[in-house]
Nanobody
Framework: QVQLVESGGGLVQAGGSLRLSCAVS????????MGWFRQAPGKEREFVAG????????WYGNSMEGRFTISRDNVKSTVSLQMNSLKPEDTAVYYC?????????????????WGQGTQVTVSS
């Protein structure tokens, strides 16, 4: 059993910043990629960012790179998402995701394991 627990969401004004974190626990072995997704009310789930085990490889969804930065700490088993210059359209529930392997997480290939989500609300 694997648990992903997100934290760090909240209410922020447009132009502000938030840092989300996700703690991974349970039966995790070996190297695995991690990712973040988000889902706004009435919209489809959207891929935000992914990161490989060594952190040397990172990839981002459309229009995410430059404002969002994904990082990880393998000793602490955490993955973070630093979000800057937030816009009202960034308002969504943000989810941590993994498949516990090194496959590249994407909108077409999300992992099987999800956190419960953390709400991010950006006011105008």
């Amino acid at each position: 059993q694997v648990q992903l627990v997100e934290s760090g969401g909240g209410l922020v004004q447009a132009g502000g910043s938030l840092r989300l974190s996700c703690a991974v626990s349970g039966r995790t072995f070996g190297r695995y990629a991690m990712g973040w997704f988000r889902q706004a009310p009435g919209k489809e789930r959207e891929f935000v960012a992914g990161i490989g085990w060594s952190s040397s490889i990172r990839w981002y969804g459309n229009s995410m790179e430059g404002r969002f930065t994904i990082s990880r700490d393998n000793v602490k088993s955490t993955v973070s998402l630093q979000m800057n210059s937030l816009k009202p359209e960034d308002t969504a529930v943000y989810y941590c995701n993994t498949n516990l392997d090194e496959g590249r997480i994407s909108g077409d290939y999300p992992g099987d394991y999800w956190g419960q989500g953390t709400q991010v609300t950006v006011s105008s």
